[in-house]
């Protein structure tokens, strides 16, 4: 069964001391099928309006971000564990990997769900970045 929800994503990244935040707000769908909750939203780009379609698939153990749009992506996010990723943006192509330290997800709520990741990025096999996602899908 889909559910209508409201979907906010909020970011964080830290360069070298420094904070970047992002944060996304859209309609969408969640639904559960075999132990895992499906987040189904578009996602439109502020300058081009260009859309990039966003499909999450988690559970406690793994998650995993697909982009197909103005911006293309696999993310794998796994604990403990290092994942290549392909991302692909109007400036180029950029292979990065994830190094997943903690997942959480937690229900408020039937169909109310919570999705933190903490993660560093690395290039070339040097740390770029620590990062922080926080997922909240909220029926509306």
Known sequence: MEDNVV????????????????????????????????????EIEDESQEKTSNLIKFNDEIVEIVRKGFTDGRLVFEENAMKQSLYSTPMGD?????????ITVSEQEPGNVTLKVDYEIYVDGRKISDNQIEINATHK
Not at 27 to 38: E, F, Q, V
């Open 94 to 102: 950029l292979l990065i990997e994830i190094l997943t330290n903690k």
């Open 7 to 42: 979907i906010k994503v909020s970011g964080l990244q830290v360069v070298e001391n420094t904070g970047d935040n992002v944060e996304v707000m859209a309609m969408g769908k969640h639904y559960r099928r075999k132990n895992k909750h499906y987040l189904l939203y578009d």
